[in-house]
C-alpha cells in the first residue's frame, strides 16, 4: 500500500490558504519550484487538476474544493502534533488569525488582547472584524468569535458567555407612540433592524404565563451592523432588539429603557469556534483559554 503525500497535501493547503505558490513558499520557508513540483506530483497522484492556474491569478477546481478542507486539516493536525511536543519547552509561538464580529469585537475582544501579548510575547496576532460568518477554513482563520445559536457543523466550539437580548427604545420614542403592552402591537411600531439576525425579520418572544410569540415589525431603518442602529436608536426614531452589551451603558443613565416588560427575545450566547481536528497548536490553545477565562462573565452585566 502506498503511503498518503502528506507533505503534497500539507504544501496544497497552504497555496489554497495563500492564493499563490510564491506566498506559499515564502510561508513554509521552502523554494517555489518546490512548491509547484509538490502540487504537480499531487495532481498526477489523483489524476485531476487540484488548480486552475493563469498568469494572472490561480483558483480552486472542483476536485481542489473538495479536498481543500481535508488537506487543511491534515496540516493542521500536523502543526499541532509538533506544538504538543514543544509545548512543555517552550512558551506558545507563532502567528494566529482570528475573526469576529465588529462591535463585539472592538469593545471586548480587543481590550482582552494586550494581555495576552504580554504574557505570550512571542505569539502575533491578526484581528479581522466582520459581522459576517467566515469560512474558517478557506479563510485560513484559526479561530473565529461568534454570537448567536450556532448552526451544526464540524466546528469545535467553545462557549464563553451569555448575551441577552433586549428590546429597547428611547423615552421620546415612546412618549410619541406610546408603549406596547403586548408583542402583537409591535405591528404598530417602527422597527431598527439587524440584516443578519438569524430569526430573520420576525421578532420573537417568551413571557413565563404566555408562552412564545413572533411578528413581522415595520423596519424604517436596516444595518448589517448591530451597533450602527443606536444613533437612530437614541435619536427615538423606532425601537430595536439589541443585545446587552452595546447598550447597557444607555440603559443605565436611561437614554434607553427596556420595552415590554416580561416579553424576553431568545438569549444567545458568545462562542469561540475552531476548525474540525484534535489537536490544537500550542499559541492557539493559549488564546482560547485566556479569552475563557475573561469571558467567563459577561464584563457589560457585571459592569451595569
Known amino acids: 500500500m502506498q503511503l498518503p503525500d502528506l507533505e503534497a497535501w500539507a504544501i496544497f493547503a497552504r497555496v489554497a490558504e495563500l492564493g499563490s505558490f510564491a506566498a506559499a513558499a515564502e510561508a513554509l520557508g521552502i523554494t517555489q519550484p518546490t512548491v509547484s513540483k509538490a502540487i504537480a506530483r499531487l495532481e498526477r497522484r489523483v489524476g485531476t487538476p487540484l488548480l486552475h492556474r493563469t498568469s494572472r491569478r490561480m483558483s480552486l477546481t472542483a476536485a481542489g474544493q473538495a ?21 512543555q519547552a517552550m512558551s506558545p509561538r507563532g502567528h494566529v488569525r482570528v475573526a469576529a464580529p465588529m462591535s463585539f469585537g472592538v469593545a471586548h475582544l480587543a481590550p482582552l ?22 469560512d ?94 443606536n444613533p437612530a436608536l437614541l435619536a427615538g426614531m423606532g425601537l430595536a432588539l439589541q443585545p446587552e452589551f452595546l447598550v447597557w451603558r444607555e440603559l443605565r443613565r436611561g437614554a ?30 493559549a488564546l482560547v483559554d485566556h479569552l475563557a477565562r475573561r469571558l467567563a462573565q459577561a464584563p457589560w452585566a457585571a459592569e451595569a
Open 136 to 229: 474558517l477554513v478557506g479563510g485560513g482563520f484559526d479561530l473565529a468569535v461568534r454570537i448567536g445559536n450556532l448552526d451544526d457543523s464540524s466546528l469545535v466550539a467553545r462557549r464563553l458567555c451569555g448575551v441577552r437580548i433586549l428590546l429597547v427604545g428611547a423615552p421620546a420614542y415612546f412618549e410619541r407612540m406610546g408603549r406596547p403592552k403586548h408583542p402583537r402591537e409591535l405591528a404598530a411600531h417602527h422597527g431598527l433592524t439587524y440584516a443578519y439576525a438569524r430569526s430573520g425579520a420576525a421578532w420573537r418572544f417568551h413571557h413565563p404565563r404566555h408562552g412564545d410569540y413572533s411578528i413581522g415589525v415595520p423596519s424604517v431603518l436596516r444595518a448589517n451592523n448591530a451597533e450602527a442602529l
Open 113 to 134: 488582547l494586550p494581555t495576552f501579548m504580554s504574557r505570550f510575547p512571542d505569539v502575533t496576532l491578526e484581528l479581522a472584524l466582520s459581522d459576517e460568518t467566515v
Open 256 to 285: 434607553l429603557e427596556v420595552a415590554l416588560p416580561g416579553w424576553q427575545p431568545p438569549e444567545i450566547a458568545v462562542h469561540v469556534v475552531m476548525p474540525p481536528g484534535r489537536g490544537r497548536p500550542a499559541r492557539v490553545q
Open 67 to 87: 479536498a481543500v478542507e481535508r488537506a487543511t486539516r491534515l496540516l493542521a493536525e500536523g502543526e499541532a502534533v509538533e506544538a504538543a511536543i514543544t509545548a
